[in-house]
């Protein structure tokens, strides 16, 4: 398997379409940072993740995780990359110098984390939920546990997790048994097992910090019930140096269809120490801070694995000899109309999705960052309702382009030495975990459009009139301009219908949410496209402004249309099929 990172393409969103140097620089804490350092710092971690990363990939798959007597051994070579990982400071990269993290944006941030995942999605799990942890500590507990727990997990000395499911509670987190009894020193005892856990237990760091539900016994049944606990594998002294083991243990890891090399743990806590993070039985208040930072980061996932599967498919596509082409009677299957469309759709899509992807990480910055209190407020509410869209349409579209990647290479695609077949399995996961895609596209529709009467879904029809209100003579860009307008029409007038049917077809509604969602995610698409083609200048080159303007042309004319008709699908309803018997399903 091979990879480039797409530095070209992450620069020019960085630099023209975004403009990150600029849209941040109102705030203190990066009036240091230039262009030349988010590109330095992007050309090293595109070095990390090709030479050190990717060769470990394929046998990470091969072996996975081993597990015995309670003790979790990653494949070979993850320990050194993690090590060097670590001490080259990606772990910090985000974090906040006070506790040792190097103060970056978190919109460069992404970026690294896209390589990583295109890389090594097995290891990238690992750095990731310790960044969800981090940044969940971070904004709710204690000064003193922040002092004791934030620095190690910046260095990565210390890993994290974030431990919610059980075995009859998935998404139904209100079910929770997990249970916690206060003490006499402040702490509490966690008792409960958890499933599912992402490196719950493995061999890359010295400690590792678990984010538990669990509830009290004077817990109100119910969400409403939960409380967050942190819970350490070995516990430390008031110095932050580690003593004696906690009473948690793994007690099995899952066998996968995917990511084999990233531990997926059974925890058993019993009477395990742990300390409130926040107020009691409000929990799970706080961990979505967590849970949303990671929804994104699995939607990068998506991201990732499609621009992995693109390069290998192309690459593919141009040294396979197959067929009669216009031109010759032996030709490469790139010369094939077939080829070139799924080729196309896996780059349309991936393209999108990293702008949109950096786009939020601009607003993550903003909503944490900027002093005035409206830009912070307007930035949270924009990640507020395109969380649900980037991770629900990055994973679906990300897993499709990996399929479309297998297809293209055929029989050879199907074997496992030439990789697609992992991207594929890897790939799939990501629909799944932190809250499955279809559970986000009731988010969406629910809560997001239909309760809120369209007032977060207004933020993002203003942003796409702002970018249609621009005039522009490109032709591909005119194209799109005008169609655009016209599926903005279609899709505001779906909202409405929601929002008018929400509180009479509650239930029977929400059979259109994925197709509402995946309506949301190519007007979202048809924008970024608009930004890009808007932002394309001499400068860039002829043939990236070529290949710019044939992609959004393709967008426009292939993909576009969806819209409509995933609108009307959403408007017919799905009445007769709730009345049915279950018989009938």
Avoid at 24 to 46: C, H, K, P, R
Avoid at 196 to 223: M, Q, R, W, Y
Avoid at 521 to 542: A, P, S
Avoid at 558 to 574: A, D, M, R, S, W
Wanted: with cysteine; aromatic share 8%; glycine share 8%.
């Amino acid at each position: 398997m091979s990879y480039q990172a797409p530095l070209e393409e992450m620069n020019y969103l960085v630099k023209q379409v975004f403009n990150v140097e600029n849209t941040l620089s109102a705030i203190d804490s990066f009036s240091e940072f230039d262009i030349e350092l988010y590109t330095t710092v992007l050309e090293e971690a595109a070095k990390f993740s090709e030479n050190v990363l990717l060769p470990i990939n394929h046998e990470g798959d091969e072996i996975g995780c081993q597990f015995e007597n309670g003790q979790v051994t990653t494949p070979p070579g993850f320990k050194e990359a993690y090590a060097e990982f670590c001490q080259s400071g990606w772990q910090g990269t985000s974090g906040d110098p006070e506790y040792g993290g190097q103060g970056l944006p978190k919109t460069i941030h992404l970026l690294i984390e896209e390589m990583i995942f295109s890389t090594n999605t097995s290891f990238c799990l690992y750095p990731s939920l310790t960044n969800g942890a981090y940044h969940a500590i971070r904004a709710h507990a204690s000064d003193t546990i922040k002092q004791l727990y934030l620095p190690p997990m910046l260095e990565g000395r210390w890993a994290g997790t974030m431990a919610l499911t059980e075995p009859h509670a998935g998404s139904d987190l209100g079910n929770i048994k997990t249970k916690a009894t206060e003490q006499t020193d402040g702490s509490y005892l966690v008792s409960g097992t958890k499933i599912f856990i992402t490196g719950g237990e493995h061999d890359l760091s010295e400690n590792i910090i678990h984010l538990v539900l669990a509830k009290l016994p004077d817990a109100p049944p119910g969400p409403k019930g939960i409380s967050l606990f942190l819970v350490p594998k070995i516990k430390i002294n008031e110095h932050g140096e580690l003593t004696e083991t906690n009473q948690v243990s793994c007690g099995s890891i899952e066998h996968k269809m995917g990511i084999k090399a990233s531990a997926t743990c059974v925890m058993n806590f019993d009477e395990a120490q742990g300390y409130l993070i926040g107020e009691k039985h409000k929990g799970l208040a706080c961990m979505f801070t967590m849970m949303n930072l990671e929804r994104l980061s699995i939607g990068v996932q998506g991201i990732g694995l499609a621009e992995t599967a693109y390069q290998l498919s192309r690459n593919y596509a141009i040294e396979r000899k197959q067929g009669k082409s216009q031109s010759a009677k032996l030709a490469s299957i790139i010369e094939h109309a077939d080829i070139r469309r799924m080729l196309l759709e896996q780059r349309v899509h991936t393209e999108a999705a990293r702008a949109l992807m950096v786009f939020m990480g601009t607003q993550i910055d903003l909503q944490y960052h900027h002093q005035d209190a409206a830009i912070r407020e307007n930035a949270a509410s924009l990640m507020s309702l395109l969380t649900p869209i980037a991770k629900a349409f990055f994973t679906d579209k990300g897993y499709e382009a990996c399929n479309l990647g297998l297809q293209v290479l055929g029989g050879h695609g199907y074997i496992r030495e030439w990789g697609l077949e992992q991207l594929v399995r890897d790939a799939k996961i990501a629909q799944i975990y932190e809250g499955t895609n279809g559970i986000q596209s009731q988010d969406l529709l629910v809560r997001k459009v239909g309760l809120d009467k369209m007032q977060l879904m207004q933020l993002l029809y203003d942003e796409i009139d702002a970018e249609l209100a621009i005039k522009t003579s490109l032709p591909a860009a005119y194209q799109l301009q005008q169609q655009l307008s016209s599926a903005l029409q279609c899709h505001r007038q779906t909202s409405q219908w929601i929002v008018q049917n929400i509180e009479q077809r509650f239930f029977e509604i929400q059979g259109g949410a994925v197709d509402y969602l995946h309506a949301s995610g190519y007007l979202v698409y048809g924008w970024l496209w608009l930004k890009m083609l808007n932002q394309l200048n001499d400068e860039l080159g002829e043939t990236f402004c070529a290949r710019k303007q044939l992609a959004g042309q393709y967008f426009c004319e292939h993909l576009l249309p969806n819209i409509n008709q995933l609108c009307q699908k959403v408007g017919t309803g799905y009445q007769p099929y709730m009345d049915a018997e279950q018989s009938l399903i």
